[in-house]
């Protein structure tokens, strides 16, 4: 087991675990006055080495709002690793320092790789397009309080559900709820993973891809918006080719449930008319809102938590075999045991969960 209770995927807890943290950020939106000292004296570390305003400013203010304090970059061009600083020295110092530590970076696998050189907990804030597990939280609990339930739901995704690693961590979370249906609706080029479908199917969840919005919206209780991540695309081109094709706007939603939820995990850029902003169904801001209370109730129950957290690696390492994955974070950081779940004539990567063939 590790020493630490990291969150790097919300898979490796059981569904209760993720129950209690929502219920628990619920009692700390309703009563913020009784958990205001609850962190008094512990330092959390964020270490950013890409863009964010919600989820690091929410996990700075939900650290501060429980009477803790704060280090940490967001622009690593101004730490040592613009000095060529490795991700596990770099995790190894600041873990000294702080008593949990929250990262941010673009490779897939790297908040389980920080994790393996970590002297204190690990939360991860985004690994490139794999997973975003506290947003995933910050959704549960938007769901919670504006649906009132997390499972019977069909839930529309709509967007970029390849690079969208919000979309990822969302549908492996709901699909461990009952009676979930999903509505895949995106681009053929920009459609969801064959890894994160498999799981869909093991779980024997109902779900359906399409092209096309405005004939999905009337039987949606969540859509589910996104940005195309143009930040993961290899061409300028290509990104051209896919922004703007899926835009909600006040139209769109004539057909729309009257108690329909719209969520979208922000930035906003083209995919929400402004004008949509307005209707009493967009829950966007709400939602990012609700990403602090989550957040403390993770910072705290992660802080106050004296048990042994789920294993980092189980697999094996193979002979010469690398992932295929060439974002991955084992394909830069060297050093890092590439270790692998062996399934068939295929290993999946335990880092970024990437097939690679044997
Ligand atoms: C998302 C992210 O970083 O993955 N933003 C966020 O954390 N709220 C979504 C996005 O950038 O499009």
Same mark, same amino acid.
């Given at each position: 087991?590790?020493?630490?209770?990291?969150?790097?995927?919300?898979?490796?807890?059981?569904?209760?675990?993720? /129950?209690? #943290?929502?219920?628990? =950020?619920?009692?700390?939106?309703?009563?913020?006055?009784?958990?205001?000292?609850?962190?008094?004296?512990?330092?959390? =570390?964020?270490?950013?080495?890409?863009?964010?305003?919600?989820?690091?400013?929410?996990?700075?203010?939900?650290?501060?709002?429980?009477?803790? %304090? #704060?280090?940490?970059?967001?622009?690593? $061009?101004? %730490?040592?690793?613009?000095?060529?600083?490795?991700?596990?020295?770099?995790?190894?110092?600041?873990?000294?320092?702080?008593?949990?530590?929250?990262?941010?970076?673009?490779?897939?696998?790297?908040?389980?790789?920080?994790?393996?050189?970590?002297?204190?907990?690990?939360?991860?804030?985004?690994?490139?397009?794999?997973?975003?597990? @506290?947003?995933?939280l910050?959704?549960?609990?938007?769901?919670?309080?504006?649906?009132?339930?997390?499972?019977?739901? @069909?839930?529309?995704?709509?967007?970029?559900?390849?690079?969208?690693?919000?979309?990822?961590?969302?549908?492996?979370?709901? $699909? %461990? !709820?009952?009676?979930?249906?999903?509505?895949?609706? %995106?681009?053929?080029?920009?459609?969801?993973? *064959?890894?994160?479908?498999?799981?869909?199917?093991?779980?024997?969840?109902?779900?359906?891809?399409?092209?096309?919005?405005?004939?999905?919206?009337?039987?949606l209780d969540?859509? !589910?918006?996104?940005?195309?991540?143009?930040?993961?695309f *290899? *061409?300028?081109?290509e990104?051209?080719?896919?922004?703007?094709?899926?835009?909600?706007?006040?139209?769109?939603?004539?057909?729309?449930?009257?108690?329909?939820?719209?969520?979208?995990?922000?930035?906003?850029?083209?995919?929400?008319?402004?004008?949509?902003?307005?209707?009493p169904?967009?829950?966007?801001?709400?939602?990012?809102?609700?990403?602090?209370?989550?957040?403390?109730?993770?910072?705290?129950?992660i802080?106050? /938590? $004296?048990?042994?957290? =789920?294993?980092?690696?189980?697999?094996?390492?193979?002979?010469?075999?690398?992932?295929? /994955?060439?974002?991955?974070? @084992? /394909?830069?950081?060297?050093?890092?045991?590439?270790?692998?779940?062996?399934?068939?004539?295929?290993?999946?990567?335990?880092?970024?969960?990437?097939? @690679?063939?044997?």
């Amino acid at each position: 087991m590790s020493k630490y209770v990291n969150l790097i995927d919300l898979s490796d807890y059981p569904t209760e675990w993720w /129950n209690k #943290i929502v219920s628990l =950020a619920q009692d700390i939106k309703d009563n913020p006055g009784r958990y205001s000292e609850s962190c008094k004296g512990k330092i959390m =570390a964020t270490l950013f080495y890409e863009p964010s305003t919600r989820t690091q400013m929410s996990f700075q203010t939900a650290m501060l709002r429980l009477g803790g %304090s #704060i280090i940490g970059f967001d622009n690593p $061009s101004t %730490s040592s690793v613009s000095k060529g600083e490795n991700l596990k020295d770099t995790t190894k110092i600041v873990s000294s320092y702080a008593d949990v530590l929250v990262i941010r970076n673009p490779q897939p696998g790297s908040a389980k790789a920080a994790a393996l050189s970590a002297d204190c907990p690990i939360i991860n804030a985004g690994d490139g397009g794999h997973l975003h597990p @506290t947003q995933t939280l910050t959704d549960l609990l938007t769901l919670k309080e504006e649906k009132g339930r997390l499972d019977n739901l @069909t839930i529309g995704l709509c967007g970029d559900l390849k690079n969208g690693r919000t979309v990822h961590s969302l549908l492996k979370a709901m $699909s %461990s !709820y009952p009676d979930n249906k999903f509505v895949l609706i %995106s681009t053929e080029e920009l459609s969801l993973p *064959s890894y994160i479908k498999d799981i869909l199917d093991a779980k024997g969840c109902s779900y359906r891809e399409v092209y096309s919005l405005e004939d999905a919206i009337a039987e949606l209780d969540v859509l !589910y918006m996104t940005r195309i991540q143009k930040e993961r695309f *290899s *061409s300028e081109e290509e990104y051209e080719q896919q922004k703007n094709v899926y835009v909600l706007d006040r139209k769109k939603l004539i057909n729309a449930k009257r108690d329909l939820v719209i969520m979208h995990p922000l930035p906003r850029v083209d995919e929400i008319t402004v004008d949509v902003d307005d209707d009493p169904r967009a829950m966007y801001f709400k939602q990012a809102k609700y990403g602090m209370y989550v957040r403390m109730a993770l910072i705290l129950s992660i802080l106050s /938590n $004296s048990c042994a957290g =789920a294993e980092l690696l189980i697999g094996k390492c193979h002979d010469g075999v690398r992932c295929s /994955n060439p974002k991955c974070v @084992t /394909n830069s950081e060297e050093y890092l045991p590439k270790s692998f779940i062996g399934n068939g004539d295929t290993l999946v990567c335990e880092y970024c969960d990437e097939r @690679t063939l044997i």
